[in-house]
T-cell receptor
Framework: DQQVKQNSPSLSVQEGRISILNCDYT??????FLWYKKYPAEGPTFLIS?????DKNEDGRFTVFLNKSAKHLSLHIVPSQPGDSAVYFC????????FGSGTKLNVKP | KAGVTQTPRYLIKTRGQQVTLSCSPI?????VSWYQQTPGQGLQFLFE???????NKGNFPGRFSGRQFSNSRSEMNVSTLELGDSALYLC???????????FGPGTRLLVL
């Protein structure tokens, strides 16, 4: 059962522009959400998280938005840099973590 | 602080064999989780251990098992390996429930 979905397998953005990565979930019991970045041959690196009691959390160039009514999570990266090119996973927690299948971001110079 | 370490980093086995993977969490972290990542798939949760007790388990067959020691280090064992077990196995640690997980570099297992 895919409770967390990332429907875009890939995204290409020009350097300096905004990257928006999306994530949908089905379980209203999820109370903690995270985004991870993953480079090939490495483990995922934690980026940013948000609790279900908030609707926005910001950390530098990264902002996560949570829309509980739509069961939708998004990650905004502004401005995008070539070093941001990686696979991004969203995750949601209720008792255990559920991960999306990932979106491959390519930031073009 | 040292990060999560996993050994070995790469492993080649043949069908029917068994394998044991090891994970050392970040110092002070009492929770260790294991995930399987296959091409085109997200991270599939295997199990989580907290203070030597299995706290949660994913939907994997009984061939996949784990344990955690008193120093929080964890091992994962897969018996009777199948070709489909070829994957990247990731370990993650955190201080406790509702805390952020931090991942190790993974063990790449190839079953021939």
């Amino acid at each position: 059962d895919q409770q967390v979905k990332q429907n875009s397998p890939s995204l290409s953005v020009q350097e300096g522009r905004i990257s928006i990565l999306n994530c949908d979930y089905t379980n209203s019991m999820f109370d903690y959400f995270l985004w991870y970045k993953k480079y090939p041959a490495e483990g995922p690196t934690f980026l940013i998280s948000i609790s279900s009691i908030k609707d926005k959390n910001e950390d530098g160039r990264f902002t996560v938005f949570l829309n509980k009514s739509a069961k939708h999570l998004s990650l905004h990266i502004v401005p995008s840099q070539p070093g941001d090119s990686a696979v991004y996973f969203c995750a949601a927690e209720f008792n255990k973590f559920y991960f999306g299948s990932g979106t491959k971001l390519n930031v073009k110079p | 602080k040292a990060g999560v370490t996993q050994t070995p980093r790469y492993l080649i086995k043949t069908r029917g064999q068994q394998v044991t993977l090891s994970c050392s969490p970040i110092s002070g972290h009492r929770s260790v989780s294991w995930y399987q990542q296959t091409p085109g798939q997200g991270l599939q949760f295997l199990f989580e251990y907290f203070s030597e007790t299995q706290r949660n388990k994913g939907n994997f067959p009984g061939r996949f098992s784990g344990r955690q020691f008193s120093n929080s280090r964890s091992e994962m064992n897969v018996s009777t390996l199948e070709l489909g077990d070829s994957a990247l196995y990731l370990c993650a640690s955190r201080m406790g429930p509702k805390e952020t997980q931090y991942f190790g570099p993974g063990t790449r297992l190839l079953v021939l």
